[in-house]
């Protein structure tokens, strides 16, 4: 499997994996084969996907991870959020990005250095 490369992909496959491991003896209709989950880290993986972006939300009580997720997950429009709502999901955004960044979820965004989270900028080739 491939790793997801932007935010937007970390969540949605962080909700989906989290939604598997929900209740693992339900019945489900993808049917797939049940394999040992303790083999994998993938859950856990979710879980800190899921924490990060609770951190960038803090700031306002998870109203903003909220929005993040209504408008990543449920695929609700961008243009149907008030404006500062839409301020505020574009500001989660960038603290989420930038900690995804940080914990090393991401690559480098290529921001200059006091902009990047990891205080790197652009790598040099």
């Known amino acids: 499997m491939r790793e997801p490369s932007s935010p937007r992909a970390w969540l949605l496959w962080a909700a989906r994996v989290l939604e598997a491991h929900a209740r693992p003896f339900s019945p489900r209709l993808d049917h797939t ?3 040992d989950f303790r083999l994998r880290d993938s859950r856990e993986t979710a879980l800190s996907v899921k924490l990060i972006l609770e951190r960038a939300g803090k700031g306002d009580r998870g109203r903003g991870a909220r929005l993040l997720v209504a408008h990543y997950v449920g695929e609700m429009s961008w243009h149907s ?8 999901i574009a500001k989660i955004a960038r603290r989420f990005r930038c900690s995804l960044c940080t914990a090393d979820f991401l690559e480098l965004c290529g921001r200059p250095g006091r902009w990047c989270a990891r205080k790197k900028g652009v790598p040099k080739i």
């Open 81 to 88: 959020f008030s404006p500062r709502e839409r301020k505020l």
């Open 33 to 35: 084969p049940r394999g």
